[in-house]
């Protein structure tokens, strides 16, 4: 009786680690199935299976770096979102009242990268539970080795093994120029122009949320009014570059400009579509058309 009991005891524990197993392996299953494709999880062993960024909100808030937010006093309101979204490496700390404090996800161009590994024990530590979406082009990214970008991040998530880094796949990268072309009618690299982390977030944010509340982001008129304000490119440098001077300088760039005016347009028609509201700076979508 006694080594019947101890048999079925053993039996017991068996099932419960099977069921275990099962649950992390149909779980793990799951995430690679219906998580946004586009977003490829940075993982210390580079040949583990892929996982995909399996993230979605109800309202989000999308906070730009512009010096729009400025004594805004948005920051408790962009904090009741469901969800919150940066770029770069744009701070909270010391700018809580107008952009607020806390950060579900940041989008990263390439070339914000080396902050992020300056860095590292803010973002990965005092952040550590914000998920960072990376992206750049092939050159950069590619995982043979060569791809200084993705060796930088695959370092992060050996040193970090609790964060959250995604890379956008070359096929994502590709679809937002699709995107542009589509909206503009000008192919992207022929134009000799770069698309902006502003546009990659705005189009994971229209993949990720239900509704996005937008701050800190102009229409595309307001810096040829000729009563336009000088505002900092970055809040974050308030005595640095003027954002309508860098604006009308990537604008009319002939190589390596980023379209923010033409990408803004963009943005106006997408919001007609109901999904997109731009709260601060107020301004709709039929305004903007008017202009």
Request: with cysteine; hydrophobic share 35%.
């Amino acid at each position: 009786m006694k080594s019947l009991r101890i048999l079925w005891i053993c039996l017991l524990l068996l099932a419960v680690c099977l069921l275990i197993w099962y649950n992390l392996v149909m779980r793990s299953r799951l995430a690679i199935r219906t998580g946004l494709r586009g977003y490829v999880r940075v993982h210390p062993n580079t040949r583990s299976m892929p996982y995909f960024l399996d993230f979605r909100c109800g309202r989000c808030a999308v906070v730009s770096s512009s010096g729009h937010v400025l004594s805004s006093g948005r920051g408790q309101e962009i904090d009741r979102q469901d969800c919150v979204i940066r770029m770069n490496v744009a701070p909270t700390l010391g700018y809580e009242v107008d952009v607020g404090n806390r950060t579900s996800l940041r989008v990263v161009s390439h070339t914000s990268v080396p902050h992020l590994v300056r860095q590292q024990g803010h973002f990965f530590g005092r952040e550590a539970e914000t998920r960072y979406v990376i992206w750049g082009p092939e050159k950069n990214m590619r995982q043979d080795g060569k791809g200084k970008t993705f060796n930088a991040l695959v370092m992060l998530a050996r040193k970090y093994q609790r964060t959250h880094i995604y890379t956008a796949t070359r096929d994502k990268v590709q679809h937002c120029d699709n995107v542009f072309q589509n909206e503009t009618g000008k192919n992207r690299m022929k134009s000799g122009a770069f698309l902006s982390t502003g546009f990659f977030t705005m189009i994971l944010a229209l993949e990720m949320c239900d509704s996005i509340l937008v701050y800190g982001m102009t229409d595309g008129s307001y810096c040829s009014n000729a009563n336009h304000s000088f505002v900092p490119y970055h809040y974050y440098e308030p005595s640095r570059l003027d954002e309508c001077r860098m604006y009308r300088a990537h604008e009319h760039a002939k190589r390596g400009g980023h379209r923010f005016i033409t990408e803004k347009l963009i943005y106006s028609r997408w919001a007609s579509q109901g999904k997109l509201q731009f709260v601060y700076p107020s301004w709709s979508a039929q305004e903007h058309q008017q202009d």
